[in-house]
């Protein structure tokens, strides 16, 4: 199926530990981001990255380091993780249609990330 | 922040018609507006956007006033499977970044 795809779908794990979340896409999409969405369910952009360059990073803190190996994937480290880091992540892509002119965006179905 | 105001809930009965307005009196000229969904547990869905025609497709139809201060989101035939919270969007093509807001929690009842 064609898709965003995010690995795993829930993850618990321990404060101060070091975890990712993986991201692939097989639209063919050249941009690619990842949203938070916090208990109150805002959901919120952190990074996009076009062509794997970082084009989007929405104030968030530096343990947080996206990293995209090509284009259909965008990988999201979190290091140090703290109890607000609990959330749901959503990987998303779209298609950058030329003069900075984008399309709408496929979100994957999220990561639940909880933070003891 | 979010340049949309929408009711915070909604019901519907199924089978209906959902009329799901929007408000965004700021909005510029080359400003769109976009829907999307979420349904619970899932990631949001694009669902339709328009500049100023009214837009319909498989989905939903988008009907924008003339003054294109506000719009509605009709879902013609409102199906249990539409309960979700609706996202009312105004964006510039050219800029990436989607900003939700709260949204509107459509309930569609049997």
């Known amino acids: 199926d064609t898709a965003v795809s995010q690995t795993p779908k829930y993850l618990v794990t321990q404060m101060g530990n070091d975890k990712s979340i993986k991201c692939e896409q097989n639209?063919?999409?050249?941009?690619m981001y990842w949203y938070k969405q916090d208990s109150k369910k805002f959901l919120k952009i952190m990074f996009s990255?076009?062509?794997?360059?970082?084009?989007i990073n929405e104030t968030v803190p530096n343990r947080f380091s996206p990293k995209s190996p090509d284009k259909a994937h965008l990988n999201l480290h979190i290091n140090s993780l703290e109890l607000g880091d609990s959330a749901v992540y959503f990987c998303?892509?779209?298609?950058?249609?030329?003069?900075?002119?984008?399309?709408?965006?496929?979100f994957g179905p999220g990561t639940r990330l909880t933070v003891l | 922040d979010a340049k949309t105001t929408q009711p915070t809930s909604m019901d519907c009965a199924e089978g209906r018609a959902a009329n799901l307005p929007c408000n965004h009196s700021?909005?510029?000229?080359?400003?769109?507006v976009y829907w999307y969904r979420q349904i619970h547990s899932q990631g949001p869905q694009y669902i339709i956007h328009?500049?100023?025609n009214n837009e319909t497709n498989e989905m939903a139809s988008l009907i924008i006033t003339e003054d294109r201060k506000s719009s509605t989101l009709i879902l013609p035939h409102a199906t249990l499977r539409d309960t979700a919270v609706y996202y009312c969007?105004?964006?510039?093509?050219?800029?990436?970044?989607?900003?939700f807001g709260k949204g509107t929690r459509l309930h569609i009842l049997p």
């Open positions: 639209l063919g999409h050249d941009t």
């Open positions: 969007i105004v964006r510039v093509r050219r800029d990436d970044k989607i900003i």
């Open positions: 700021t909005i510029s000229g080359n400003e769109y």
């Open positions: 328009g500049l100023k």
């Open positions: 990255y076009n062509n794997k360059e970082l084009i």
């Open positions: 998303a892509s779209s298609q950058d249609l030329g003069a900075g002119v984008y399309n709408e965006q496929f």
